[in-house]
């Protein structure tokens, strides 16, 4: 039974993410869909690439990622079928699938749009659906799309260093209004060579310990932590460290005037 995920930034208040999956039924009543999110942020692709790598890499090998972020930034005249670490990428031609991988995929095809049709969601599943029924039934990737197709990239939204210094900028916000950072454990630990540290946002607020888990510190208080996904966190003990702290998570569109509350810088003494 084929394991396809749904990713998007449709949310829930209408009928589109089900009528995607209906679409994908229609195709293959075998087809097995989970959800991811349809929750993303639109336009905001440092929050996309963030849920999409981390889910990603935890599923089993062969899996189908269907992910309709941004789908139409430009009028389309393909969408990508990515092959990569045993994983397949469906998504728009918009930048997002180098920011997911952070890298370049081992295959691109480009899955052609026919010009005389209706370019909407649901044609686009359609033809996603089409085309994971053929990599099914055996055809090869080159036998469904354009091989070696040119296609859109963009870097993933990495932290700032300094020798006594590293700056991450506020990727996403979670349901628990925890702060999640584009610093990793890696990242963190190769920057600090073994020095004391102090983490700082919001000009004065400042941490200067790595916690376990959230019960290292009593009721109300603010930690940081390394995520199960390896990003540093800032929250605070059963309460909201975004709106305490009125933190705001990172986007393309950012104005200058919003910055202040979307970095976290760690100084390494």
Request: contains cysteine; hydrophobic residues 40%; proline residues 4%.
């Amino acid at each position: 039974m084929p394991l396809l995920t749904l990713t998007s930034d449709f949310g829930q208040q209408d009928y589109l993410a089900g009528a995607v999956k209906g679409q994908l039924h229609q195709i293959n009543p075998e087809f097995n869909i989970t959800d991811i999110s349809h929750h993303l942020t639109p336009f905001n692709y440092p929050q996309a690439a963030y849920i999409c790598r981390n889910s990603i890499k935890n599923f089993p090998p062969y899996t189908y990622h269907i992910i309709m972020v941004n789908l139409f930034e430009q009028k389309p005249e393909h969408l990508l079928l990515a092959y990569h670490n045993e994983q397949y990428i469906f998504c728009a031609d918009n930048g997002l699938l180098t920011m997911i991988l952070e890298t370049k995929p081992e295959i691109v095809i480009g899955l052609d749009l026919d010009k005389n049709s209706i370019k909407n969601t649901l044609y686009c599943t359609r033809v996603i659906g089409h085309a994971i029924n053929d990599i099914i039934q055996g055809k090869s990737l080159m036998q469904i799309g354009q091989p070696d197709i040119a296609y859109t990239e963009k870097n993933s939204l990495r932290p700032l260093l300094g020798d006594n210094w590293i700056e991450g900028q506020i990727i996403f916000i979670d349901n628990f209004e925890n702060v999640v950072v584009n610093i990793t454990r890696d990242n963190f630990e190769e920057q600090r060579k073994g020095r004391s540290f102090r983490i700082v946002f919001k000009r004065d607020e400042m941490i200067d310990k790595i916690s376990e888990t959230y019960a290292d510190v009593p009721e109300g208080e603010k930690l940081a932590i390394f995520n199960s996904a390896g990003y540093l966190e800032i929250a605070i003990n059963k309460g909201n460290a975004a709106g305490l702290f009125g933190l705001q998570d990172f986007t393309e569109r950012s104005m200058q005037s919003r910055l202040f509350y979307q970095t976290v810088r760690v100084y390494f003494e």
